[in-house]
Nanobody, 127 residues
Framework: QLQLVESGGGLVQPGGSLRLSCTVS????????IGWFRQAPGFGREALSC????????YYGHSVKGRFTISRDNAKNRVYLQMDRLIPEDTAVYYC????????????????????WGQGIQVTVSS
């Protein structure tokens, strides 16, 4: 059973940066697409970014494109989300998830494609 654990969240001032990590266990990371989602209070889950296994595509949602960067280290079984120029609207619980197809389209990303989910981690952007 694949397990995912997020880390690196916390409180940051507007304009600051955070790097979230998603550590995968129970299987190797290779072969899975990994996505990042977030959910703010009163809102639905928003797809942010995903990274394909191998040479597949990478997706960024409109609200984070140019500010967030996804990367993966298959040797460490980790996927990272570097978040720069954070704004208060980025405040949410952030989740990583795994798609066993290994494929991530650069055009769209859907929650239903992901079978395994982490428990989520809080990110708060506030002065």
């Amino acid at each position: 059973q694949l397990q995912l654990v997020e880390s690196g969240g916390g409180l940051v001032q507007p304009g600051g940066s955070l790097r979230l990590s998603c550590t995968v266990s129970g299987s190797t990371l290779d072969g899975y697409a990994i996505g990042w989602f977030r959910q703010a209070p009163g809102f639905g889950r928003e797809a942010l970014s995903c990274s394909s296994s191998g040479d597949g595509g990478t997706y960024y949602g409109h609200s984070v494109k140019g500010r967030f960067t996804i990367s993966r280290d298959n040797a460490k079984n980790r996927v990272y989300l570097q978040m720069d120029r954070l704004i208060p609207e980025d405040t949410a619980v952030y989740y990583c998830a795994a798609d066993p197809s290994g494929y991530c389209s650069e055009y769209a990303m859907h929650e239903y494609e992901y079978d395994y989910w982490g428990q989520g981690i809080q990110v708060t952007v506030s002065s």
